[in-house]
Nanobody, 125 residues
Framework: QVRLVESGGGSVQAGGSLRLSCAAS????????MGWFRQRPGKEREGVAA????????YYADSVKGRFTISQDNAKKSVYLLMNSLKPEDTAMYYC??????????????????WGQGTQVTVSS
């Protein structure tokens, strides 16, 4: 079983930055990808970024490329999402997830077995 706990959400003005953290505990060896997803008001949950924990390869949604950076600290079993140049449309509940997707399906929700409880990010204009 894997437990994921997110932190770091909050309210920020447009153009600002936030850093989300996700701490994993339990048996994580079967999950070689960690991903960040978000669910905006009235929208379906969508993939934002993912990292292959074995080699550090990273993947991003087009909407966040160049603004968000996913990183990991394997020793701490933690994954981070640094969000710069935030926009009001980034307002969402952000979730951390662990799974073993094929790399081209990194953004697919069904590829992830474990989910955190979410952390709210609100960006005001």
């Amino acid at each position: 079983q894997v437990r994921l706990v997110e932190s770091g959400g909050g309210s920020v003005q447009a153009g600002g930055s936030l850093r989300l953290s996700c701490a994993a505990s339990g048996y994580t060896h079967s999950s070689n990808y960690m991903g960040w997803f978000r669910q905006r008001p009235g929208k379906e949950r969508e993939g934002v970024a993912a990292i292959y924990t074995g080699g550090g390869n990273t993947y991003y949604a087009d909407s966040v490329k160049g603004r968000f950076t996913i990183s990991q600290d394997n020793a701490k079993k933690s994954v981070y999402l640094l969000m710069n140049s935030l926009k009001p449309e980034d307002t969402a509940m952000y979730y951390c997830a662990a799974g073993a997707p094929f790399w081209s399906r990194w953004y697919e929700i069904y590829e992830y077995n474990y989910w955190g409880q979410g952390t709210q990010v609100t960006v005001s204009s």
